[in-house]
């Protein structure tokens, strides 16, 4: 993106949509714009923005893909007294500047932040788990976030805000009357060990000044694939939600991934995002087109949620020090039983289910109040199922309303499914198997894969379970899905039901793949022809592969079929592009020694072309 393209003032009527405190910038609101953050910012005008959150590089040698944080101090340190300047100058006098920073130079940007004007009103150290490992000195599990205004006395803090306020001792530890009903702010009370958390779950919860919240690791579904680092959308919540109100303007001169966005936008603010990254401006203004106003934030609201407790993981056996500490006190044997959680969810779910207790937690009330709401939603559906049905989700939405559970759709159906890996759910006696036939599913497999490919560019590294549980992508999968669709497309069930086939196919698919690779290595495709002018009637009704490709001879998607006609025929009659210009080249069964070499050829041929639009490898194999 052009900077000097996004410099021309918005346009005045828009001032009437913002609200009051939306004030106009020289810098259209609701975009991340490319470019140098210091530049950029000297185009935003004065006393503009109620909240500023920076994270900007921490001056330590990582590489992005645009910028090597590696610069000698008095450079690093005089770039951002440069950025700083420009943020007092642009954040109204009641508004808040929050700073993320590493070890290495908190100390310094507090001094250079106050030298320029703001005052402190909070250090506070955010504590994550999956920290990064070191070798020569203790594990780095924390940063450092400043909270800075320019007014002591006249700044945005909603202390009142029922998201932010935790509940308090008298409530939780010592049952007294007296206790506030609506808590109490954040103290700097220090986090409990996991073992009183295990023994009292409802006790004292880390909400503090040393604020406990995973880091987003790589593996995790909150994770954007295109970013290295990235901020976990509760910790920003909890800052967006003290330090502005509805309407207001978040600006993030360091936008990333978009995480600050995204999360001003979910809960009914305006934005302004600035990236020096071109390819991660581009990234992260889809993700936060993706998001939509009152949208759950990603990542559990409990800091405690966010990494297991050590009874409830999978430990490693025959490892000493594993072994040593689940034999131990303060190890991971249940205080209740002795033992521990081994072996795969898939086993759990065979497990006798525990006995209630006598005076269940808050929590288990919670837990069985949800699957009960499943059950009663039910005929004899699976939990896939309801993943696929949006019917069976409504029904079960609102029995989880009727019933009084926190939260909406998207934890709900989450928690659903965190509940049945954990084993806590009851093994359905009948579970109904799906009526799709084969051939129905074949002509519909190529919609879902696709769907799934651009809603996975659109959510990078979600999952299908966090796509079919969320109901805003859910809602992008059914439309790309029938966008390319040319047989049926009002069967979102049906197209969600294919991709989900497709994912638990994908393993031994892969082996295969890799098992005859002495025969389909030598195969790939020949001539190629115009779709559009095809002779459809010549095409064999039988099992095929086929590639699609753009006029540039890039790859666009590689299709296997049990009928190449038909399916040729369902391209040309979608609404999408590739019905257009795309040219076509066929392997038909007559090319193959057997058709059982049909599908490991398909992983192949995908893997060798890398198509834009198919599932990647990596998730077939993952």
């Known amino acids: 993106m052009n900077p000097d393209a996004v410099a021309e003032p918005t346009d005045p009527s828009d001032s009437s949509e913002t609200g009051a405190s939306a004030t106009e910038t020289s810098l259209p609101l609701d975009r991340i714009h490319q470019g140098d953050c210091v530049e950029l910012l000297a185009r935003v005008a004065d006393e503009s923005i109620d909240l500023a959150f920076a994270d900007p590089p921490f001056n330590i040698g990582f590489k992005y893909d645009e910028y090597h944080d590696e610069h000698d101090d008095d450079a690093y340190l005089g770039w951002c007294r440069q950025w700083i300047g420009e943020l007092h100058r642009v954040?109204?006098?009641?508004?808040?500047?929050?700073?993320?920073?590493?070890?290495?130079?908190?100390?310094?940007?507090?001094?250079?932040?106050?030298?320029?004007?703001?005052?402190?009103?909070?250090?506070?150290?955010?504590?994550?788990?999956?920290g990064q490992n070191c070798t020569r000195k203790f594990n780095r599990s924390h940063a450092h976030l400043f909270h800075f205004v320019k007014d002591e006395e006249r700044h945005t803090f909603n202390a009142e805000d029922?998201?932010?306020?935790v509940p308090s001792a008298r409530a939780l530890v010592y049952g007294d009357r007296r206790a506030n009903p609506t808590g109490r702010l954040p103290d700097d009370t220090w986090i409990l060990r996991p073992q009183d958390l295990r023994e009292s779950p409802d006790a004292f919860q880390p909400m503090d000044d040393t604020w406990y919240f995973s880091r987003v690791a790589g593996t995790f579904k909150e994770r954007q694939g295109f970013h290295g680092c990235q901020m976990p959308e509760q910790l920003l919540g909890r800052i967006v939600r003290i330090s502005s109100n509805p309407n207001d303007v978040v600006l993030d001169p360091f936008a990333g991934s978009g995480t600050t966005l995204a999360v001003a936008k979910k809960l009914g603010r305006r934005w302004l995002g600035l990236e020096l990254s071109s390819d991660y401006a581009k990234y992260g203004n889809e993700r936060v087109d993706g998001a939509?106003?009152?949208?759950?934030?990603?990542?559990?609201?409990?800091?405690?949620?966010?990494?297991?407790?050590?009874?409830?993981?999978?430990?490693?056996?025959?490892?000493?020090?594993?072994?040593?500490?689940?034999?131990?006190?303060?190890?991971?044997?249940?205080?209740?039983?002795?033992?521990?959680?081994?072996?795969?969810?898939?086993?759990?779910?065979h497990e006798a289910k525990p006995a209630a207790t006598a005076n269940p937690s808050l929590r288990e009330l919670t837990e069985q109040a949800l699957i009960n709401a499943f059950l009663e939603a039910r005929t004899d559906e699976s939990i896939d199922w309801l993943l696929c049905d949006p019917t069976l989700q409504d029904r079960f939405h609102a029995l989880c309303e009727k019933t009084g559970l926190i939260g909406g759709p998207a934890d709900w159906n989450r928690e659903l499914l965190r509940l049945r890996k954990a084993g806590k759910t009851p093994k359905l006696a009948t579970v109904r198997r799906n009526e799709l036939s084969t051939d129905r599913l074949d002509?519909?497999?190529?919609?879902?894969?696709?769907?799934?490919?651009?809603?996975?560019r659109k959510y990078p590294e979600a999952s299908l379970d966090e796509v079919f549980s969320s109901p805003g992508k859910s809602l992008a999968f059914d439309r790309i899905a029938a966008k390319h669709a040319g047989a049926e497309r009002d069967a979102a069930s049906a197209y969600r039901w294919a991709a989900l086939r497709l994912r638990k196919a994908r393993h031994s698919l892969a082996k295969e793949a890799k098992k005859y690779h002495y025969v389909v290595g030598s195969r790939d495709f020949g001539r190629f022809q115009a779709?559009?002018?095809?002779?459809?009637?010549?095409?064999?009704?039988?099992?095929?592969?086929?590639?699609?490709?753009?006029?540039?001879?890039?790859?666009?998607?590689?299709?296997?079929?049990?009928?190449?006609?038909?399916r040729l025929a369902d391209h040309l009659a979608s609404r999408s592009g590739l019905r257009l210009a795309p040219q076509v080249s066929v392997i038909t069964a007559a090319d193959l020694p057997s058709d059982e070499y049909r599908q490991p050829l398909w992983v192949d041929l995908v893997r060798r072309y890398q198509p834009r639009l198919n599932?990647?490898?990596?998730?077939?194999?993952a």
């Open 91 to 130: 954040v109204k006098p009641t508004g808040s500047f929050w700073l993320a920073i590493g070890d290495e130079y908190a100390a310094e940007l507090k001094v250079a932040a106050k030298e320029i004007g703001f005052t402190a009103r909070n250090w506070i150290v955010w504590y994550y788990t999956f």
């Open 162 to 165: 029922p998201a932010v306020r």
């Open 292 to 349: 939509t106003d009152e949208e759950t934030l990603n990542g559990p609201a409990d800091p405690v949620g966010s990494a297991p407790t050590t009874d409830k993981g999978r430990k490693l056996k025959g490892h000493p020090l594993v072994e040593n500490a689940a034999s131990s006190p303060a190890g991971g044997a249940s205080p209740a039983t002795g033992s521990t959680a081994t072996g795969s969810s898939a086993d759990a779910q």
């Open 443 to 456: 002509r519909l497999a190529y919609a879902a894969e696709i769907a799934w490919r651009e809603t996975l």
């Open 531 to 566: 779709l559009a002018r095809m002779r459809l009637d010549r095409v064999d009704s039988a099992p095929g592969l086929y590639l699609l490709r753009a006029k540039d001879r890039s790859a666009l998607y590689v299709g296997e079929t049990l009928n190449l006609a038909q």
């Open 615 to 621: 599932v990647p490898p990596v998730e077939l194999e």
